[in-house]
């Protein structure tokens, strides 16, 4: 630094720039306007990725004829559950130990079958003991009724003596005495064994209740005791104690049992025709009939019970599946069909807005609503009997925010 007197003077010549100063600066400048530049790309990168992931991805399917005429008009639509009318749970008649189980769950079992046996050996000793009492009684008779007939052979001797004045009166008594006695006695061992017939028969009984037979025929769909468990009518063993030995179903009598909103019963009769379709086989229409309404309310729910028949039963068909079922209402009539052929769609096509059923078609990459007329269920499709045409593109599986006239992407 110069100095003038005592005043220091500036070195002007220290701000110069350098030129390795003056490049570094022009490199920052590059850099800054090319991450500016990135951060504006990645900006309309992402608007255009927000404005094309906005469209909602839709799955279309052709509307289609159904094949045969249209169905019943649908009255009413419930669920229930597939019910057997012949379900029983068998149980021993007395408290004993299970010594014998002959079946096992799936088992088809005929009317009479032997299905378990208990201990009977006590049973078995009253029966012995009561044979033997029969036996003696028996045995008795017979030594009776031999000195019976020598009795009566001494009466009539006798009685021929004392008519010839050999015999006294008091011989004669004596002998008509034995005589009396004898077949009083024979009278009694007679009464004794028919007492011991009827301890027999009762000693039987208790021998039989050791055995349980099928009470029907049947398929087995609960095992309820093993060998070496107590089993009794009553548990009164307690937990240790079973009640039962087996549950058996006759598939031959199963139906449908369904809870109808009071609100609606009159729209169900006896006889009507009812479309069922269990909830493990969406796609199979079972045909069936009400059987009958049960006279009778359930005052918490409001429903009323009803009992629906299939008309042919199946062997898919099992106790205590879900099953949901469709009141028809009568059969149209020919100039209806041929008026309104019944076109088909998927029943997730269908909406409900505000009371009415409207479904959205494919019209130039937008959603355009359509009010329709339903007829009845096919499975998992529905009968459009009006608003639709055999060829339209029709939205599957509605989003609930869909809109008529909202663009929408179509489902690769």
Known sequence: ???????????????????????????????????????????????????????????????????????????????????????????????????????DEGTHVREGQLLATLDDADAQRALGSAKADRDSAKAAIADYEVQLKNARILLYRTEQLQKAGVEPQEQLDNARTSVDSLQAKIDLAKAQAAASEARIEEAQQAVDNCTIRAPFEGIVVSKDAQVGEMVSPISAGGGFTRTGIATIVDMNSNEIEVD????????????????AILDAYPDWEIPSRVRTIIPSADRQKATVKVRVSFVKLD??????????????????????????????????????????????????????????????????????????????????????????????????
């Open 1 to 103: 630094m110069v100095t003038r007197g005592n005043i220091p003077a500036h070195d002007l010549g220290s701000l110069r720039i350098h030129e390795g100063q003056r490049k570094g600066g022009r490199a920052g400048k590059i850099l800054a306007i090319f991450f500016g530049l990135l951060i504006i790309l990645a900006g309309v990168a992402a608007s255009v990725y927000a404005l094309l992931g906005s469209k909602p991805t839709v799955e279309v399917v052709i509307a289609r004829k159904a094949v045969g005429p249209a169905s019943r008009e649908a009255l009413l639509n419930a669920t229930g559950y597939v019910t057997p009318r012949r379900r029983a749970t068998i149980a021993a008649k007395i408290t004993g130990r299970v010594t014998g189980v002959f079946f």
């Open 260 to 275: 109808v909103n009071e609100a609606y019963i009159t729209r169900v009769k006896p006889g009507q025709q009812v479309t």
């Open 315 to 412: 062997p898919r068909i099992l106790p205590d599946m879900g099953i949901k079922v469709t009141f028809l209402g009568d059969e149209p009539s020919s100039k209806d069909v041929a008026d309104k052929p019944a076109i088909l769609i998927p029943q997730s096509a269908v909406r409900d807005d505000g009371g009415k059923k409207v479904v959205f078609l494919l019209r130039d990459d937008k959603a355009e609503r359509r009010a329709v007329t339903l007829g009845g269920n096919r499975g998992t499709e529905i009968e459009v009997m009006a608003g639709l045409g055999a060829g339209d593109s029709v939205i599957a599986n509605v989003p609930a925010s869909l809109h008529d006239g909202e663009s929408v992407r179509i489902k690769k």
